[in-house]
């Protein structure tokens, strides 16, 4: 080796040594119990919904509407993870067959009502206000 190739082999070394690579150091931090739980529920509620959209009642109910399934999914998938629990929130609340149940508790208390002013006679424990 010739006098110029050492000097550049010290003068790296040198410059190596002096200047530090920038290499970011290593980092650990404790994490919360309630991100991983946020996390895992995330995964499991988006789970959820492709579940109902997997349901053949759920999929022609959408495609009634003019909705495909892949459209679907991919609405889905494009949801933040906020709007994902909101929405698998929203389902689990709501009752099952609850249109059902809500007309069938208006025309009882509808029937109810004529049948205590005196139009019909339907229910035997009410008392008519006309006679």
Known sequence: MNTFEKNLIRFLIVSL???????APAQAAMISTYSVA??????SARQRLQRYL???DVRAGLEKNGVTAAAAKARVDA????????VAGKIDALPA???????????????????ILGFTKVYSFTRPVKK
Not at 17 to 23: H, K
Not at 79 to 85: K, M, P, R, T, W
Not at 97 to 115: K, N, P, Q, Y
């Open 17 to 23: 040594c002096y200047f530090e690579l920038p290499i």
């Open 38 to 43: 946020a996390a895992n529920q995330s995964g």
């Open 54 to 56: 997997e349901r053949e």
């Open 79 to 86: 949801l933040s993870d906020d709007e994902v629990a909101t």
């Open 97 to 115: 067959g609850g249109e059902f149940i809500g007309a069938l508790v208006f025309v009882f208390v509808l029937l109810l009502i004529t049948d």
